[in-house]
């Protein structure tokens, strides 16, 4: 039997632990999960033979320790900054680790010692970072033995509500981590762009979005994500001309977001003076000047720029931002306070499904002609519990670890997901829960010179 240590119960795990738990009997398995909340994670094993809860403190040297020396695989669904303490016990017991988080620098130090035990630490298997690599990586390398030289490298991803329930203003709701939502493009972006570096701070990020087509959805917006420059060595495109990675919202969401952060209502940098007692109300006319003839509103709008009766200032009051009620926070950053609001009207109710969309576009040279696959991604979830969000960020953790146990996957080191002996058989057994790429070969944009 197959010991798994789970470690995280929180809602992106939900199909993790469904999917090995389904699996248990037929691999043999036996799951552990582990969280600080031991009824939570009991709730998520609810009674299965081949499951059981645990307590867990990650900061417990001795717990960790023991807990990890009696698996056989260590799947940490924890926050990212305490990733490098799993990695380092894994290591230490030559246990096999895999995890959906972005690969960190405290982790990636491990490489070398991994190597030597040999031991995989399988980072950024998630839906992104994770699928997008995988199903990038598929194209990339498929063009490349085809004779193809990529030129322009663009991909995007977002979680969205499914058109179905998107039933308010924002064309938003919350499919994952509030918080990052809030905080999202506070590092800038830089990426390439027909040749040419593009750096762009934050605070001008919402406003430097472009229009993309996904199959039969429409239009969206996609706005910088991070250091795109990076990942030209990751996918092997280091002469590409464009390089571009984005986050996907609905039209007017970048626009309307950016008042926000122009206003100051998204900053997490410092503590709002008695913010426990501080109406919505009062929070927004902090940002504002005095005036004794004017209300909020229309102070509002005369800093943005906008007319009170703008389709902005509507946004804006729907959100109940010019409300009288408290958020109740102590020490709050004005981020905590916008998210306390934001988690109230942009919550997924019972009933909802959201949507995960994901496009790649690929300009390629090919007996001397330019060439242009655009291959996109639209799944939906089944519940609000097994969400697009889970199924794509649990799934492909899920079969990893599988593939790992049955040594398909036999690799040694801190890696990610590019190479064939990952991708190709996650991507396939994928295919089998409906996740999958449609792809439309079109005409390629002219160059500009």
């Known amino acids: 039997m197959k010991n798994i240590l789970i470690l995280g119960a929180g809602r992106s795990s939900s199909t993790l632990i469904h999917y090995m738990l389904d699996n248990s009997k037929r691999y043999n398995w036996k799951i552990t999960l582990g969280d600080t909340d031991e009824d939570l994670a009991r709730k998520k094993i609810d009674n299965h033979p081949n499951g059981s809860a645990v307590f867990f403190d990650v900061f417990d040297e001795q717990m960790r320790n023991d807990k990890i020396k009696q698996a056989d695989i260590v799947i940490s669904m924890l926050p990212a900054r305490m990733h490098y303490l799993i990695a380092e016990s894994c290591i230490r017991h030559n246990k096999n680790m895999v995890t959906a988080s972005y690969i960190s620098q405290d982790v990636n130090q491990f490489d070398q010692e991994a190597?030597?035990?040999?031991?995989?630490?399988?980072n950024e298997i998630g839906v992104d970072p994770g699928i997008d690599h995988m199903s990038a990586m598929q194209m990339i390398n498929r063009i490349k033995e085809d004779g193809g030289h990529i030129t322009e490298f663009e991909s995007n991803t977002g979680g969205l509500v499914a058109p179905r329930y998107d039933n308010n203003p924002w064309n938003y709701k919350f499919t994952w981590n509030p918080r990052n939502v809030v905080l999202a493009g506070q590092s800038g972006a830089q990426f390439l762009h027909n040749g040419k570096y593009k750096y762009i701070p934050y605070h001008k990020i919402f406003r430097r979005y472009e229009r993309i087509h996904v199959l039969d959805l429409g239009e969206f917006e996609a706005y910088p994500n991070?250091?795109?420059?990076?990942?030209?060595?990751?996918?092997?495109?280091?002469?590409?001309?464009?390089?571009?990675?984005g986050t996907i919202r609905r039209p007017g969401f970048c626009r309307a977001w950016d008042n926000l952060v122009q206003l100051g209502a998204t900053d997490d940098s410092f503590s709002v003076v008695n913010s426990e007692n501080i109406t919505y109300r009062e929070f927004i006319n902090s940002f504002l000047a005095y005036s004794k003839q004017e209300r909020v509103e229309e102070k509002l709008a005369r800093y943005l720029g906008h007319d009170e009766d703008s389709e902005i200032m509507y946004k804006l009051r729907w959100l109940g931002l010019f409300q009288n009620d408290k958020p109740g926070i102590l020490n709050a950053s004005p981020a905590m306070i916008l998210q306390k609001r934001l988690e109230e009207k942009w919550k997924l109710d019972d009933e909802d499904k959201d949507m995960i969309v994901m496009q790649h576009q690929f300009t390629y040279e090919k007996n001397g002609k330019r060439k242009k696959i655009v291959s996109s991604m639209v799944t939906t979830g089944e519940t609000s519990i097994h969400t697009a969000m889970s199924r794509t960020v649990g799934l492909p953790v899920a079969i990893a670890s599988k593939l790992i146990l049955q040594g398909v996957i036999n690799l040694s080191g801190v890696y990610i997901p590019i190479e064939p002996e990952i991708y190709n058989p996650v991507m396939k057994e994928l295919e089998q829960y409906g996740i999958k790429f449609i792809e439309e070969e079109v005409e390629p944009a002219p160059v500009i010179i």
């Open 226 to 245: 991070r250091d795109s420059l990076k990942y030209r060595d990751t996918y092997g495109l280091n002469d590409v001309s464009t390089m571009f990675r």
């Open 115 to 122: 190597r030597k035990r040999k031991v995989l630490i399988l």
